[in-house]
C-alpha cells in the first residue's frame, strides 16, 4: 500500500474521481430507502448526489485535459490511511437523521482529504480545483440546509415527523408492549402457582426465572418469524425479534425478582408475595400509560383492559397453586 503522498498527481486525480462517484452512489442510495416514507428528504440527498456527479465530472474534465482518456485502476484500499466509507448504507433500517449524519462525517472527509491533496498537487490549475472542492465540501452543510429549506415545507416536515413516528412505533414500541404485556401477565400464572404450592422462595424464583425467559425466547422467535417487514414497514425482523424477546422477559423477571429474599428471614413468603404484587400493580400501569402514550388508547380504557387480565391470570394462579 502507498499514502497519500506517495501517488503520483494523476493518481490522486484518479482517486478524487472515484470517490466523489462512490459518494453520488451512497447518496442516491439514501434517496431511494427514503423516497417512500420521506419524499422531501429524498429530494435532498438526490440533490447532494447530484452535486457529487458533477465534482465527479469536472475533476475528470482535469483529469484528461492532463493525462488523457485512461483512469489508473487506484482504489481507496490501496491507500495508506485514506478514508474509508462505512457500510451503514447497507442496512435496511437506517434511519433518516443516521443518514444526515453519515452524510457530515462524509462532506468533512472529503474536504480533509482535497486539503492534502492540494498541497501535494505541482500543477496550478489542480490545485486551485482542490482547493475550490474542499471549500464546497465544507460548505455543503449550508447547502443541505439550503435544499431542506426548498424541499421540507412545514407541510412536509409535517408529514415527514408523523411517518417517523409510525415507523418507531411499529419497529419498536409495538413489539415492545407485546413482549411486556406477555411477559407482565402470562408469567403471573405459573409463578404464583408455584408461590402458593410450595411456600418457598426459592423454587418459586426459579419457575418465574424459567417463565420469564422461556417466554422471551418464544415470542422473540415468534415476532421475528412473523413478519419479514418488507411489505408491513415494520422493519428488520431480528430488531423486532430481539426487542419483543428482550421486554418479554424483562416484564417477567422482575415481579420473580422478590422472590430471591432468603427463607431465613421471618415471613420471607408474606414479603416477596407483597412485593411482587406491588411490582406487578407497577408493570400494568406502565403497560398502560404506554398504550395511551404511543397506541391512542384512552388511558382509562387502557388501564381497565389491562388491569382486568392481569387480575384475571394472577387469581389463576393463586387459585391452581391453592388446590
Known sequence: MKSLSQLTESEVLALAIANEE???RIYQTFAEKLRAAFPASARVFDEMAEEERSHRSTLYDAYRSRFGEHLPPIRREDVRGFMKRRSVWLMDNLGLERMRKEAEVMELQAANFYDKAAAQAQDLGVRELFVHLAEVERDHGNRAAESEDRNLTVPARQREDEA??????????????????????????????????????????????AAAIGAGISMG???????????????????????????????????T?????????????????????????????????????????????????????????????ILIGSA
Not at 173 to 188: A, K, R
Not at 290 to 308: C, E, K, W
Request: hydrophobic content about 50%; some cysteine.
Open 164 to 209: 417517523s413516528r409510525r415507523i418507531f412505533i411499529l419497529q419498536y414500541i409495538q413489539p415492545g408492549l407485546v413482549g411486556l404485556m406477555d411477559g407482565s401477565v402470562s408469567t403471573l400464572a405459573p409463578l404464583f402457582a408455584a408461590a402458593f404450592a410450595t411456600r418457598e422462595n426459592w423454587p418459586t424464583f426459579l419457575v418465574g426465572l
Open 22 to 24: 462512490e459518494d453520488s
Open 257 to 317: 425478582i422478590p422472590y430471591l429474599v432468603p427463607q431465613t428471614v421471618p415471613n420471607a413468603f408474606s414479603i416477596a408475595t407483597t412485593i411482587a404484587a406491588v411490582i406487578v400493580i407497577i408493570e400494568l400501569s406502565v403497560i398502560s400509560w404506554v398504550r395511551a402514550r404511543y397506541m391512542d388508547t384512552p388511558l382509562l380504557r387502557a388501564a381497565f383492559q389491562v388491569v382486568i387480565g392481569g387480575i384475571l391470570v394472577f387469581l389463576a394462579g
Open 221 to 255: 422467535f415468534a415476532e421475528a418469524l412473523s413478519d419479514d417487514g418488507k411489505l408491513s414497514g415494520r422493519g428488520s425482523p431480528l430488531i423486532r425479534g430481539f426487542v419483543c424477546g428482550l421486554m418479554t422477559t424483562v416484564g417477567g423477571i422482575f415481579h
